[in-house]
């Protein structure tokens, strides 16, 4: 299976929703670990890189590309 190609500021809908009740988080860092902001609380949570792609249910909103 292919691996899903995802940026920084996508928007990813996770397996497991965030106690305040959202399920969708934004990529506001990128690199061995991964730092995720949930979009209904605001609270931002780092996760390696690994543990990212296993939990990632998909990509909800693509970023477009800074020219």
């Known amino acids: 299976m292919e691996k899903p190609v995802f940026g920084l500021n996508d928007v990813v809908e ?6 305040c009740g959202a399920n969708q988080f934004r990529i506001i860092r990128m690199g061995m670990d991964i730092r995720i902001k949930c979009e209904g609380c605001g609270h931002s949570v780092m996760i390696p890189r690994r543990d990212f792609e296993r ?3 998909r990509i909800l909103v693509k970023a477009e590309p800074e020219n």
Do not use: F
Request: proline residues 22%; glycine residues 0%.
């Open 55 to 57: 939990k990632m249910k």
């Open 14 to 19: 996770m397996k497991k929703p965030h106690p």
